[in-house]
């Protein structure tokens, strides 16, 4: 059974601030990791996806990546309130596979004016 | 393109009825996932479309659910009979190919009274 596990929050962070949120992920034949935002009563929409170990950078969001440890990260700097949603962290066991994704509950964001 | 489109909107019937959700993925998509995402369970896959064809159904939780995809245009999820339980947003999204971006349609909410 895959599991992916996130902190669900409320993540409370203050505007400007960076907002940093945690995902760990239970099958290490993991390849393809997805972040979504979800807004209240809205449909999930595609934040950044990463394949590799390592960073990756898109303006404000940054993806982490540490497959030895099983964990993925998203990083918001100058937090805004229009960032305030549920950030669903996503896995999918074969790098360019076409299995579904896994997703986690969800981290409920709120960036305070 | 218009994007993935689901309907309707909001479905509320009563135990014991049947109930279609339809889909209609992005044009050219080769993909097509449904999911159902609940506060308890969060976002589950409940099957998967490779070219209208059936890959993984393994997240359909009861035979009373069924899915067909008839042409590459067109899902339908169907409950029959409906039951309580099965209230929850429902999700169909499509990807283009072996990449696993998924792009969701705006769900269905569902309602069985």
């Known amino acids: 059974q895959k599991e992916v596990e996130q902190n669900s929050g409320p993540l409370s962070v203050p505007e400007g601030a960076i907002a940093s949120l945690n995902c760990t992920y239970s099958d290490r034949g993991s390849q393809s990791f997805f972040w979504y935002r979800q807004y209240s009563g809205k449909s999930p929409e595609l934040i950044m996806f990463i394949y590799s170990n390592g960073d990756k950078e898109d303006g404000r969001f940054t993806a982490q990546l540490n497959k030895a440890s099983q964990y993925v990260s998203l990083l918001i700097r100058d937090s805004q309130p229009s960032d305030s949603a549920t950030y669903l962290c996503?896995?999918?066991?074969?790098?360019?596979?076409?299995?579904?994704?896994?997703f986690g509950k969800g981290t409920h964001l709120i960036i305070q004016p | 393109d218009a994007g993935v489109i689901q309907s309707p909107r909001h479905e509320v019937t009563e135990m014991g009825q049947e109930v279609t959700l339809r889909c209609k993925p992005i044009?050219?998509?080769?993909?097509l996932f449904w999911y159902r995402q609940t506060m308890m369970r969060g976002l589950e896959l409940l099957i998967y479309f490779n070219n209208n064809v059936p890959i993984d159904d393994s997240g359909m939780p009861e035979d009373r659910f069924s899915a067909k995809m008839p042409n590459a245009s067109f899902s339908t999820l169907k409950i029959q009979p409906s039951e309580p339980r099965d209230s929850a947003v429902y999700f169909c999204?499509?990807?283009?190919?072996?990449?696993?971006?998924?792009?969701f349609g705006a769900g269905t909410r569902l309602s069985v009274l």
């Open positions: 044009s050219g998509h080769d993909y």
């Open positions: 996503a896995v999918n066991e074969e790098g360019g596979g076409a299995d579904g994704l896994t």
């Open positions: 999204a499509s990807s283009l190919n072996r990449k696993n971006i998924q792009y």
